[in-house]
């Protein structure tokens, strides 16, 4: 599987192994900033692995709730060089849109773990009038089950670092469609999101979204956004995560594992049985 350009950083390391000592060369996931700027403004920065900019920018836009089709976008330049020598800010330009940068209460400076810093509440979601789902989605709960391994074996940096945060789009037959890695699981979102936007997939409706962590609060926003009904997870939601979906009809789904998962929002309406 081929790597993102910059997505890994190799440093010398020492590891203790059975009473040695040794010198070895290790791969990290690279965290580095990148701003995105809106008509030649700078609207936020967020800590990322480097790869798939232009789609996590995109992505961003969307899930904010700043642009809802591509035809929104009526400029996109990515690789500005101003951190250094290397291309950390994606530039993009809007038509149609009347965003005021005041509108999104985010902090500027997001860390990479921290998707929802800044946001007034649950309000602020409400406020924004995210769609109920497609409810129309099913999915075979022995398919459900096969999908976090399927992820795992795509993630080609995991596979070099132990360290990153996969999310991906599958299809109601358990068939990949997309996926993308970050040091954040709400950039791995919004990167996922940037590509369907940019090839004219959202929204999101026939498809599930798997995600390596967490089914936290902003993934559930997120998924909203995007028109994504079911969202299944190999940990935990959170408390907001499931209020947020029980109260927009998303479908949310934790502890993916082995042949076992619990159903928090969407019930047994969304599975169906293998053929």
């Known amino acids: 599987m081929r790597l993102p350009a910059r997505s890994v950083e190799l440093t010398q390391v020492t590891e203790w192994r059975d009473g040695s000592i040794h010198l070895v060369e290790d791969s990290l996931a690279a965290e580095e900033p990148l701003e995105i700027r809106l008509d030649g403004v700078p609207l936020t920065v967020t800590m990322r692995t480097p790869g798939n900019d232009l789609q996590l920018a995109v992505g961003f836009l969307l899930t904010e709730g700043i642009v809802e089709s591509r035809d929104q976008l009526a400029g996109l330049c990515d690789g500005t060089p101003v951190f250094g020598s290397k291309g950390n800010v994606v530039e993009l330009q809007l038509k149609d ?68 945060h996969a999310a991906a789009l599958f299809d109601a037959e358990g068939d990949l469609v997309a996926l993308r890695e970050d040091i954040g699981r709400h950039n791995a979102v919004d990167k996922l999101v940037g590509w369907a936007l940019l090839e004219g997939r959202i929204p999101l409706n026939r498809s599930v979204l798997v995600v390596s962590g967490r089914g936290g609060f902003e993934i559930v926003q997120k998924a909203l956004a995007a028109g994504v009904p079911m969202v299944a997870s190999v940990s935990a939601p959170s408390s907001l995560a499931v209020k947020l979906a029980r109260e927009l009809g998303l479908t949310l789904i934790g502890f993916v594992r082995g042949q076992r998962f619990v159903v928090y929002s969407g019930g047994e309406s969304c599975l169906s049985q293998v053929p």
């Not at 500027?108 to 929802?116: D, L, T, Y």
């Not at 459900?144 to 940096?157: D, F, G, I, S």
Request: with cysteine; aromatic share 8%.
């Open 97 to 164: 849109c009347e965003f005021e940068p005041k509108d999104l209460q985010r902090n500027f400076f997001a860390a990479s773990s921290c998707g929802i810093c800044g946001k007034a509440s649950i309000e602020a979601i409400r406020r924004r009038g995210l769609r109920m789902p497609d409810r129309g989605f099913r999915i075979a709960p022995e398919i459900l089950c096969t999908l976090p391994e399927k992820l795992r074996t795509q993630q080609a940096v995991f596979d070099r670092t132990g360290g990153l």
